[in-house]
């Protein structure tokens, strides 16, 4: 009876031992694992082990850890090696009322700050609801891609760039589309997607697809000063203070010593360039360095080479590629073995409403759009048909309120001429910068005939959303 009772100490013992490797906290008592620890600290499941989510109870990793050999930054898990969603996501998420009806509508709203001098707060509202809400036909919400089966072609594990996606409908119906960057003869696609097919592993669609960071995100550069901005930590009457803090969070620092002493070079800044400013708010720029120099704490592990665009998040397109390495205007369906020129629908619309941006909120529009704005050309028509961008007194103020206007006619955009665009584009966009054709355009679109970059702005379409990569480049001749 000794000896067994012996044996259940050790076997309670052990069960206890593997059950404590599956907490955070064993998983955060190594440093290799600190840039998902801190995201997991302010997710939504914070309070889940990291077990539920990941892998079967075990220590697979710590062969590495011991023997030195983890890679830096630590890659994010290939998916082919996580439990399918079905034992993880939905075991907790009912899917179904996230189906019904094209799902549920919801109303996003939050803050952001200008990159100009007085880092101007704007209001950010649009309405995320159904692909054909309004229209009395079928609706259909984002979640049909886990519905549905989706099948991609990526060439990265992390699925940063799609090339080739296919769709099977319940009715027996197959549609498939692939990248125009993968394209080399329009007429004979099959040659190209059965190369893309010997070369990548195809991946059917689901939760994490999109839900990639859901337990680990961190905010990016440009949110995470928008939130300390916002909570009153740093001062928006320092001039360019969103632009200056954003471009040192953005930077990949040897150590946290080099992040500090780069932060704190605010004080020669405002000294150098805003010397009144220097003097008389010398406390609000101190506030601003230590608050950036916590910030960046958050986003960033220089020891662990992680850094703001380590880790993208694929929800939405705020901060990365996201529903746009598919939704680009760039993915062409292949019919017959031929390419066509329809593509997978990019709309603004097609997952929610135009997003409205200003000083104050505006009306979001949710309902069917007049007839009247069906036409391809009715973003360049539209001036006909009213006698000032203010809709008050027009047809216009039914739906649209001042700002509703304002959000393009505050651009450059407004300015480009399209005449001859085809032949001219290059110096129109040299003439009004680039910016304001990414108000409308996604990289993608310029990238169907130019190899090299050409849109200094993104992640697609809106403008004034630069991708933290590119908004060091903007705004490195801030004075």
């Not at 290799?32 to 082990?49: C, D, N, Q, Y």
């Not at 939050?110 to 609706?139: K, M």
């Amino acid at each position: 009876m000794l000896i067994a009772g012996f044996g259940s100490i050790l076997t309670m013992g052990a069960v206890s031992v593997i059950a404590y490797t599956e907490t955070p906290e064993f998983c955060g008592a190594c440093h290799t694992m600190g840039p998902e620890i801190k995201g997991h600290e302010i997710s939504p499941h914070r309070e889940l082990a990291c077990v539920e989510c990941h892998t079967a109870p075990g220590t697979r990793m710590l062969l590495e850890v011991v023997t030195g050999t983890f890679p830096k930054p630590i890659p994010p898990p290939d998916h082919s090696m996580l439990p399918p969603t079905t034992e993880t996501c939905q075991r907790c998420h009912n899917v179904t009322p996230l189906l019904a009806g094209g799902g549920p509508i919801r109303l996003v709203l939050h803050e952001q700050y200008g990159f100009d001098s007085a880092s101007t707060r704007q209001t950010v509202a649009l309405v995320i609801r159904p692909n054909g809400f309004g229209s009395g036909g079928r609706t259909v919400g984002v979640h049909w891609h886990i519905d549905a089966d989706v099948e991609y072609l990526a060439p990265d594990p992390r699925a940063q760039e799609i090339d080739y996606v296919s769709v099977r409908h319940a009715d027996g119906s197959f549609e498939e589309f692939i990248a125009s960057r993968s394209v080399t003869q329009a007429d004979n696609v099959t040659a190209d997607i059965t190369t893309l097919s010997s070369e990548m592993d195809a991946r059917r669609m689901d939760c994490i697809d999109c839900h990639n960071r859901i337990g680990h995100d961190l905010p990016s550069a440009s949110r995470a000063v928008d939130d300390q901005i916002s909570a009153g930590n740093i001062s928006a009457t320092l001039p360019y203070i969103k632009a200056q803090a954003v471009k040192r969070l953005s930077m990949s620092y040897a150590s946290l010593d080099d992040a500090d002493q780069s932060i704190a070079g605010l004080n020669y800044f405002y000294a150098t360039n805003y010397p009144l400013v220097a003097r008389d708010q010398s406390a609000q720029i101190s506030a601003a360095i230590v608050s950036l120099q916590a910030t960046y704490r958050l986003v960033a592990t220089p020891e662990m080479g992680a850094f703001v665009s380590t880790y993208p998040t694929n929800i939405g397109h705020r901060d990365s590629p996201g529903c746009f390495r598919c939704h680009d205007g760039a993915h062409y369906r292949v019919l017959e073995g031929r390419l066509t020129t329809e593509t997978i629908p990019s709309q603004c619309s097609t997952c929610h409403t135009f997003p409205q941006i200003g000083e104050y909120e505006s009306g979001v529009l949710i309902g069917r759009r007049p007839a009247t704005h069906n036409g391809q050309l009715w973003i360049f028509d539209h001036k006909l048909s009213v006698a000032a961008t203010d809709p008050t007194g027009q047809t216009c103020g039914a739906c649209h309120t001042r700002t509703y206007c304002e959000n393009c006619h505050a651009t450059n955009a407004v300015m480009v001429s399209h005449d001859q665009m085809v032949f001219n584009h290059g110096a129109v966009a040299a003439q009004d910068s680039a910016r304001a054709c990414a108000y409308c355009h996604a990289p993608s679109y310029c990238a169907q005939c130019h190899a090299e970059p050409v849109m200094p702005v993104g992640p697609a379409g809106t403008g004034s959303r630069p991708q933290q990569s590119v908004e060091y480049q903007l705004i490195g001749d801030v004075p």
